[in-house]
């Protein structure tokens, strides 16, 4: 894992009727987070005890990797966006490191304002977001606006053996202006939303633990062949 220079300075969505083993949001529904904003939450969480920000932005950047439910939220996201950020491009993660409840620091997409967070995707052209959905199902969701990147994505991850849903639920298609995702130059980025069976493949043993995602001796094959997928797709 790329070394991340720390700043100084999730909630579950449930959805009913949703069939065994299929993905829904893991912390997708504005309704159900504990906080509105970035500001309501630094307002009652403590920076470097609840919550750490990182960043790595290169000189000429024009990608960038961002995991804002990274962290204990929705493991192991940070680690991919690091990882396929690489030492080129632009890496940005929100991480919850509680030693438990780490859910209650999501902030849905559409709403996730971190001064920091929207400086590092303003000044690039590509973004790609990484998030956890539930699902026992090993599957990826691809929304976002960016239609020909999504394509593009889409069809790595295929090739590289990976299963891309074929249609996105309406909580997961990351579309909205207002998503992060989509506020680059271009105004437009790519949401990944992987399921939690998807992500356990990533790790030795399936164990999504700050331990276990902590530690780049615990990535297994496919985690570093998802990651090149992606990649590939940005070139």
């Known amino acids: 894992m790329n070394k991340a220079i720390p700043l100084i300075t ?53 990608v960038a990797h961002i995991a804002i439910h990274g962290g204990a939220i929705e493991a192991p996201t940070t680690q991919l966006a690091d990882h396929a950020a690489g030492a080129r491009n632009a890496f940005y993660s929100f991480e919850g490191v509680k030693r438990s409840g780490n859910s209650s620091l999501h902030i849905t997409a559409t709403r996730f304002d971190e001064p920091r967070a929207l400086a590092v995707v303003k000044g690039v052209d590509y973004t790609v977001s990484w998030h956890g959905a539930s699902g026992t199902k090993p599957t990826t969701y691809v929304g976002g606006r960016d239609e020909r990147l999504i394509g593009k994505v889409k069809a790595e991850l295929r090739a590289a053996g990976f299963t891309v849903a074929a249609t996105v639920p309406e909580a997961l298609r990351g579309d909205s202006p207002r998503n992060i995702a989509n506020k680059n130059r271009r105004g437009m980025g790519v949401q990944l939303e992987l399921s939690r069976g998807q992500r356990e493949q990533f790790v030795v043993g399936g164990k999504l633990t700050s331990a276990s995602i902590g530690n780049p001796a615990n990535r297994t094959r496919a985690f570093y062949r998802y990651v090149a997928a992606v990649t590939r797709a940005l070139r």
């Open 10 to 62: 999730m909630s579950v969505a449930m959805f009913a009727c949703v069939p065994s083993g299929h993905a829904v949001a893991a912390g997708t529904a504005a309704a159900s987070d504990v906080y509105a904003s970035y500001a309501d939450l630094a307002a009652h969480e403590q920076e470097g005890v609840s919550y750490r920000r990182v960043q790595r932005v290169p000189r000429r950047a024009r």
